[in-house]
T-cell receptor, first 119, second 117 residues
């Protein structure tokens, strides 16, 4: 199993441009989430999904959109990038027994991250 | 709202020194606790987790953590650090938020550990 994969690893955008960060997992996990990591602030959840077709907002959802059309993929879209979205983005997955609630006890497996710079 | 505080942002130790990283959380309900590690250029990996039972939990690579409920703390320890422990360490707490939001995993700000050979 490849685990959680993310593409691209690095990217530079100009303000106002759009972009999609890709996340895929091959562990048949139900729960997927996107985090951003900023110095001194740890990781903050942007959006999450407990199953295909179900998505919800996390702590910092503004400026980001997600979709979940199947179990494996969970792309994160920036419609109009802003310098404040310069960050490292991590996708994480975990096995979710309870379909409609994010798991509390399951280990989350993180992808390698995407370092995004918005000029 | 739940929150997690890691008071030490940067820690520098020599090899063989003992390590203790502080983690305090704020949450009124039942929580599950985690420590994650991020080695330079790599993604986050789970070090250890606590759900219930013995409050002293042992993780990988000789790390352990103690849950002290009365102090809302979950400090990470290692008796003797190695140069390879140089990394950033994150404490995280998972607690039930609401019927709509379910459980939320909240991370602390992280502690950068540098171990000098």
């Amino acid at each position: 199993n490849a685990g959680v994969t993310q593409t691209p690893k690095f990217h530079i955008l100009k303000t106002g441009q759009s972009m999609t960060l890709q996340c895929a997992q091959d562990m048949n996990h139900g729960y997927l989430s996107w985090y951003r990591q900023d110095p001194g602030m740890g990781l903050r959840r942007i959006h999450y999904s407990v199953a295909a077709g179900i998505t919800d907002k996390g702590e910092v959802p503004d400026g980001y959109n997600v979709s979940r059309s199947n179990t494996e993929d969970f792309p994160l879209r920036l419609e109009s990038a802003a310098p404040s979205q310069t960050s490292v983005y991590f996708c994480a997955s975990s096995y979710s027994v309870t379909r409609r609630k994010p798991p509390s006890t399951d280990t989350q497996y993180f992808g390698p991250g995407t370092r995004l710079t918005v000029l | 709202a739940q929150s997690v505080s890691q008071h030490n942002h940067h820690v520098i130790l020599s090899e063989a020194a003992s390590l203790e990283l502080g983690c305090n959380y704020s949450y009124g309900g039942t929580v599950n606790l985690f420590w994650y590690v991020q080695y330079p250029g790599q993604h986050l990996q789970l070090l250890l987790k606590y759900f219930s039972g013995d409050p002293l939990v042992k993780g990988i690579k000789g790390f352990e953590a103690e849950f002290i409920k009365s102090k809302f703390s979950f400090n990470l320890r290692k008796p003797s650090v190695q140069w390879s422990d140089t990394a950033e360490y994150f404490c995280a707490v998972s607690g039930f938020v609401s019927n709509n939001a379910g459980n939320m995993l909240t991370f602390g700000g992280g502690t950068r550990l540098m171990v000098k050979p």
